[in-house]
């Protein structure tokens, strides 16, 4: 079984910077996208950056400039560096990876959710 573990997560006053890391253990035959997520209340989920294998990345507009998304391929491992964060982006954040695993399957897994509140 593929199980992905994030950690990073906290408490950071506005202006201040988090790292999320999320790494996936298991058999784990090929990674296709590795992305982070969110669900701040009173907002729908949304896509705040994904990687794909080759390396080209993807940001929402809020987040570009401020946070920075890479992958560790030999660890099975993306990270989001979090700069500049502002209240609104508190949220639970949730890793996504696309891959691809034993025996032949391929599909998207998740992981538990880690919070990060940015607060005075």
């Known amino acids: 079984q593929v199980q992905l573990v994030e950690s990073g997560g906290g408490l950071v006053q506005p202006g201040g910077s988090l790292r999320l890391s999320c790494a996936a253990s298991?058999?784990?035959?090929?990674?296709?996208?590795m992305g982070w997520y969110r669900q701040a209340p009173g907002k729908q989920r949304e896509l705040v950056a994904e990687i794909t294998k080759n390396g080209p990345t993807n940001y929402a507009d809020s987040v570009k400039g401020r946070f920075t998304i890479s992958r560790d391929n030999a660890k099975n491992t993306v990270l989001l560096q979090m700069n500049s964060l502002k209240p609104e982006d508190t949220a639970v954040y949730y890793c996504n990876m696309y891959l691809g695993v034993v025996p032949s399957t391929h599909r998207d897994y998740w992981g538990q959710g880690t919070q990060v509140t940015v607060s005075s």
């Open positions: 298991g058999s784990i035959f090929s990674i296709y996208r």
